[in-house]
Nanobody
Framework: QAQLVQSGGGLVQTGGSLRLSCAAS????????MGWFRQAPGKEREWVAT???????MYAQAVEGRFTISRDNAENTVYLQLNSLKPEDTAVYFC??????????WGQGTQVTVSS
């Protein structure tokens, strides 16, 4: 199973910015989509953003206009730029790859905390 390694995250004040990264360990071919999810304490995991192999980006309404997803296909890496952060963005963020013919791959999660 493909393994994803996340980096970035941390503690930031309201209105601040962070950048998350997620890279596949080893070479993976046929990646369909790369995406981000998040899970706040006591809540279910929710979808945040997805980018297709063709570069089409889609966002949850809660983050539209503030977050930007991008990918580097050569490096099998996906990024999430988080701007204008709000306390309600506090959560553990997970990356996810969907891959043709293989199970989905998830990152280990990284904490984002936004202080008010």
């Amino acid at each position: 199973q493909a393994q994803l390694v996340q980096s970035g995250g941390g503690l930031v004040q309201t209105g601040g910015s962070l950048r998350l990264s997620c890279a596949a360990s080893g070479r993976i071919t046929n990646i369909r989509t790369m995406g981000w999810f998040r899970q706040a304490p006591g809540k279910e995991r929710e979808w945040v953003a997805t980018i297709t192999s063709g570069g089409r980006a889609m966002y949850a309404q809660a983050v539209e206009g503030r977050f930007t997803i991008s990918r580097d296909n050569a490096e099998n890496t996906v990024y999430l730029q988080l701007n204008s952060l709000k306390p309600e963005d506090t959560a553990v963020y997970f990356c996810k790859f969907t891959i043709f013919g293989r199970d989905d791959a998830w990152g280990q999660g990284t904490q984002v905390t936004v202080s008010s």
